[in-house]
């Protein structure tokens, strides 16, 4: 048979070639360490897992390379987050009164802490987001102009008070040891603010446990619960503390300073347990 004839055909062929050959990086398995065998408790047996019990684990690329390429990721990974905190610092610094309301709200309302996570996350908020956001901001900055303005006319119609005797009177008394002094006077009990709270210099006002205001810079700042006739009452008492804190302990039976029965003469002919009234300064 002439063969000549399909001769012509075997430029059209493609060759076949080899097919490449991978390098492979062959290790001891890092669960059995090449044993094979898995000491610790596995639902699998006594075979290890991860290499099915040959002890070998077979990798394209050396262990070497294989770390170089994690510790990129992970360069790659910190940069990423690097520039995504720099742009949500920027977003923050660029809408200053949203980022207020947001960092202000967020401890207490779950909408605000979603937005301020979404911004450190993303780097900014969807413009839907943003809307809802000012918005929210805007109706909390009405609410404090208008708390700031009934606060200012209670401070104008807060009634006037001198407790230059009491002030006076504690003084003293923690001069003399007493860290926090009390005076029961009526049926109130005055104490100091803390020196280091938001009302430092102020004194409190209570009736049993209701708290009925705070005395700050000559005024009687009083809370609802607080009537214009309990008012009357704390504003006489605190004219002259002392005659009130005999009047107490000649009314109850008890030392208005130390709130102890009076037991012996002295003291109940007085009003007031004489220790006590030094360290007050009567």
């Known amino acids: 048979m002439n063969t000549d004839i399909f001769a012509h055909l075997a430029d059209d062929v493609p060759a076949i070639g080899t097919p490449e050959l991978k390098t492979l990086f062959i290790e001891d398995c890092p669960k059995c360490a090449g044993s094979g065998i898995y000491n610790g408790h596995s639902r699998y047996g006594l075979r290890c897992f991860a290499c099915k019990g040959?002890?070998?684990?077979?990798?394209?690329?050396?262990?070497?390379?294989?770390?170089?390429?994690?510790?990129?990721?992970?360069?790659?990974k910190a940069n990423a987050e690097q520039a995504k905190a720099e742009q949500a610092a920027s977003w923050l610094k660029d809408h200053p009164a949203e980022a207020?309301?947001?960092?202000?709200?967020?401890?207490?309302?779950?909408?605000?802490?979603?937005?301020?996570?979404?911004?450190?996350?993303?780097?900014?908020?969807?413009?839907?987001?943003?809307?809802?956001?000012?918005?929210?901001?805007?109706?909390?900055?009405?609410?404090?102009?208008?708390?700031?303005?009934?606060?200012?006319?209670?401070?104008?119609?807060?009634?006037a008070v001198s407790v230059e005797a009491i002030e006076v009177a504690f003084g003293k008394a923690q001069q003399a040891g007493i860290a926090r002094p009390k005076l029961r006077l009526d049926t109130f009990v005055f104490s100091p603010a803390p020196a280091a709270g938001k009302n430092a210099g102020a004194l409190y006002v209570k009736e049993g446990e209701a708290y009925l205001g705070k005395i700050l810079n000559g005024r009687l700042f009083a809370t609802r619960d607080c009537s214009q006739e309990i008012q009357d009452r704390i504003l006489a008492?605190?004219?002259?503390?002392?005659?009130?804190?005999?009047?107490?302990?000649?009314?109850?039976?008890?030392?208005?300073?130390?709130?102890?029965?009076?037991?012996?003469?002295?003291?109940?002919?007085?009003?007031?347990?004489p220790i006590c009234a030094s360290r007050f300064g009567w």
């Open 100 to 159: 207020a309301w947001m960092q202000e709200s967020a401890e207490r309302f779950e909408f605000a802490r979603s937005m301020l996570e979404a911004v450190n996350k993303w780097g900014a908020l969807t413009e839907r987001q943003l809307e809802t956001v000012q918005r929210l901001a805007a109706q909390s900055a009405e609410r404090k102009a208008k708390w700031a303005e009934e606060r200012k006319a209670r401070e104008e119609a807060a009634p």
């Open 237 to 273: 008492v605190a004219a002259d503390p002392e005659q009130a804190a005999v009047a107490y302990g000649k009314r109850f039976g008890s030392c208005s300073v130390c709130s102890r029965q009076l037991t012996n003469e002295e003291s109940i002919n007085r009003g007031i347990g």
């Open 54 to 76: 040959s002890g070998r684990l077979e990798f394209t690329t050396s262990k070497e390379q294989r770390q170089k390429n994690r510790d990129a990721a992970a360069r790659r």
